[in-house]
């Protein structure tokens, strides 16, 4: 099981914050580096300092750190025109020499679209439209060989003429994550595109169901290629139940409320957690890190969780 540390920097953090948990992720030995796509606050928090934009932080942080693989769960289609976003993606994917990993979805928080003028299609099925248009057209940009040109007529958008350059720096491309619990089109998206399909928050029955539909739609495509099958997940562990339970109060969160929805409680806990998640296929566990200052949980989970389930 491979553990990833996964961050929501709208609900408060600055870029140096950002940099600081990258930085000791890395040093910690986690396989990755993730962070949401978003530009408003969720709940009840102030959000301060405000957003910061997802692939300026990763551009940043890919230059300030060696060996920790780096992406976003999940880059919002709605925020960027598909071949623009092409661009970011295989620059970024240079600057960190080929540590990036491509997490995109058809985005569906429509109060941060209203806050900062982004257009938002009315309905999921145009969003979803828009959404396989856009991963037909990054994949085909990256995909086409140096010398030749890239073009797509789709109903929202076209391309004409395209050099498709500059090319990401992983060959064929960086790894495409596709995520979400639809019953149809999500796995049927997953098994043309993605290089591994990732559930959220999700009990591990419900990520399992999904798991099998995805697998299902694999299979049905013929597809030979590899898929890796991942979980995200929040954390919350403590050494004792008062570590837990203050933890717990800092995202605002009830620690026994967490034990069931989340990975919480005692390392050996999290650890019988992680492992019931193993046992339906996940080989990857996104750790979504709420406190984003409290660098010792971090520490914690490095030294006595992650050497029980490597």
């Not at 491309?173 to 999500?186: A, E, L």
């Amino acid at each position: 099981m491979r553990l990833r540390i996964f961050t929501e920097p709208q609900q408060g953090a600055s870029y140096e914050t950002l940099l600081a948990v990258a930085k000791a992720s890395e040093q910690l030995g986690f396989e990755a580096f993730f962070r949401s796509d978003h530009y408003l606050r969720m709940g009840d928090v102030d959000g301060l300092p405000g957003p910061t934009d997802s692939w300026v932080t990763l551009a940043g942080i890919a230059r300030e750190t060696q060996t920790i693989r780096l992406g976003t769960l999940m880059t919002a289609a709605t925020f960027r025109y598909p071949g623009p976003l092409a661009v970011s993606v295989a620059q970024v994917d240079q600057m960190s020499r080929g540590r990036l990993e491509f997490g995109f979805g058809a985005g569906w928080y429509e109060a941060e679209h209203t806050a900062y003028g982004i257009p938002f299609p009315a309905t999921a099925h145009e969003r979803f439209d828009r959404f396989e248009e856009q991963l037909a057209i990054i994949t085909g940009l990256w995909d086409t060989p140096v010398g030749e040109t890239f073009r797509f007529e789709g109903r929202h958008y076209r391309l004409a003429d395209s050099p498709g350059l500059p090319k990401p720096a992983q060959s064929p491309r960086p790894p495409v994550i596709i995520g979400g619990s639809g019953p149809k089109r999500t796995p049927r998206l997953a098994a043309g595109y993605a290089d591994e399909y990732n559930v959220g928050f999700s009990s591990v029955k419900e990520t399992e169901a999904a798991f099998a539909r995805t697998r299902g739609a694999v299979e049905a495509v013929g597809r030979s290629a590899p898929m890796a099958y991942s979980a995200a997940q929040v954390v919350c562990c403590g050494r004792d139940d008062a570590e837990v339970a203050r933890r717990a109060a800092a995202i605002g969160r009830d620690p026994e409320q967490l034990k069931i929805d989340g990975l919480a409680g005692s390392p050996a806990e999290v650890v019988d957690k992680i492992g019931q998640f193993a046992e339906i296929g996940t080989e990857r566990i996104y750790l979504q890190v709420l406190d984003l200052t409290d660098l010792d949980h971090l520490e914690l989970i490095a030294s006595q969780v992650a050497p029980q389930v490597d």
